[in-house]
């Protein structure tokens, strides 16, 4: 791995937390270890999946934060202890592009998209505005719809974002702001917008909600799924959709290649598990179809992606806009 890469994907967290229950009649050495940087949600949702479906004691799932789980899977390729990976799409891409280190997978469902057939897209996350509506009434601030709307000097100090060294989720929010404005409209818009920011630039993609959520300032931007959320538990948040765009990352499950055929045969079967079974569920957190068929409630107004494939290299380049407009 070269320098260049060891330096935009730092490390974001030293723990790796267990996440999922390891109890039952399985050694062990045979339980198939999972590294996942989704949601607590998510995550909840394939364990549940994979229990209901007798994988229960057969398997460990490990969360961990993108950054980390991107740098261990281009530094360490096979020698990886994940059997199991669901990870953004693009680093999985990237990893098996230096390394060679995924099996294919299939399944019975069609993709809407076409993908490389070492993973199985598994959620779309997707970016939007939310605000916290009791402050935005008691600071008499006017209510955002679109990105540029949040360099208004209104907001000064009042707003929350992820930080795209950190966060794939900050990603989301330079991918509208290029694609709407391009890099040299888009790069003052990025630097007046983190000059509102001031103290609230996050390392977590789930930062910018815990602020906004306890009052601490009015206005993130992260996934939208977190909003509903909140929004769900009666608690004074709500969605914006951005007209830029609502971009979206897909998350995807891959098996890394140990050359074990049993244990792989097991992982294998998992992975299609999670693929197949867990996206009812994971559609209602997650509402970005992926599927043919899929049934979409509550969509983004504004779904987009951008319009060439998603790489490491490109979130380089859009790193270090994020970076120059931050001086």
Known sequence: MNKKVMGFLTVAGSAIVLAACSS??????????????ADDEAIEVMQNTLNDKGFKGEYIIQSVGTSE??????????????????????????????????IDLTSSKALIDETSNIQLPILGNVGSIFVNTEMLVQKGLDTPTSLKDLTDPQYKDLISIPNIMDSSTGWLLVQAVIAEYGEKEGQ??????????????????????????????????????????????????????????????????????????????????????????????????????????????NEPAYLKKWTSTLTVELLQQHQAIFNAAKQ
């Open 24 to 37: 039952g009649s399985a050694n062990s050495n045979d339980q198939v270890i999972i590294y996942s940087n």
């Open 69 to 102: 789980l991107g740098g261990k899977l281009l530094a360490e390729g096979k020698k990886i202890e994940a059997d199991v990976v669901t990870m953004a799409s693009y680093y999985i891409d990237s990893a098996d592009a230096q390394h060679d280190m995924f």
């Open 188 to 297: 003052q818009i990025l630097a007046d917008l983190i000059g509102n920011v001031g103290p609230h630039l996050e390392s977590s993609g789930s930062g910018p909600i815990k602020k906004v959520k306890t009052g601490e300032v009015p206005i993130g931007f992260g996934l939208r799924a977190q909003a509903l959320d909140a929004k769900e538990e009666g608690l004074p948040i709500d969605y914006i959709d951005p007209i830029e765009g609502n971009y979206s990352l897909a998350e995807s499950v891959a098996v890394i290649d140990k050359e074990d055929d049993e244990k792989e045969k097991k992982a294998q079967e998992i992975a299609i598990t999670i693929a197949n079974e867990a996206r009812e569920q994971l559609l209602v957190q997650y509402p970005v179809a992926l599927y043919e068929g899929e049934n979409v409630a």
